[in-house]
């Protein structure tokens, strides 16, 4: 549910709760105030578990002799997903043939199967196997995630 409309939410039950005091139009502005104050605050704890997640898929790879950098993942997870671990792409011709990109690199299903890196988790929205399974699959296809500019 987006910010605004828990917010809305939030305004709804505490008017019907309060004897007055804060018009409606006031008590939203608070709302969503600590709400955008909230997500300010947790911008720096996304940055850091995305780094944490590349770091340890950079390690993986490292161990399974699979190119790429740091900056390479980063440019790309950021392109695919906004570090959203939970991405599912529901309108590109993948999903059209019933099989949606998933997860922080945007890994279709059959891809990560054949891709995946052992060692990692099966699950195609775990950060570690989803990005380590498509630096795999981009090191095959292109030599390195390094090498991705655009979608792959």
Same mark, same amino acid.
């Given at each position: ?35 955008? !104050?909230?997500?300010? +605050? #947790?911008?720096?704890?996304? /940055? ?5 997640? $590349?770091?340890?898929?950079? %390690? ?21 997903? !906004?570090?959203?671990? +939970? #991405?599912?792409?529901?309108? /590109? ?5 019933? $099989?949606?990109?998933?997860? %922080? ?48």
């Amino acid at each position: 549910m987006p910010p605004s409309a828990l917010a809305k939410r939030f305004v709804s039950k505490v008017l019907k709760s309060s004897a007055g005091g804060l018009t409606a139009a006031a008590l939203l502005l608070v709302v969503s105030n600590v709400v955008m !104050s909230a997500q300010a +605050f #947790a911008a720096p704890a996304a /940055d850091k578990r995305i780094g944490g997640w $590349i770091k340890h898929a950079l %390690l993986v790879m490292k161990d399974n002799g699979i190119p790429g950098s740091y900056d390479g993942i980063y440019r790309n997870l950021m392109r695919e997903s !906004s570090g959203d671990v +939970f #991405a599912i792409n529901l309108w /590109d011709s993948n999903a059209k043939a019933g $099989i949606p990109s998933k997860g %922080l690199m945007q890994v279709i299903d059959p891809t990560f199967r054949a891709y995946h890196v052992a060692g990692t988790s099966w699950d195609v929205y775990d950060p570690i196997a989803n990005i380590s399974a498509a630096c795999n699959y981009a090191a095959h296809r292109y030599g390195s995630i390094d090498n991705v500019n655009g979608p792959y």
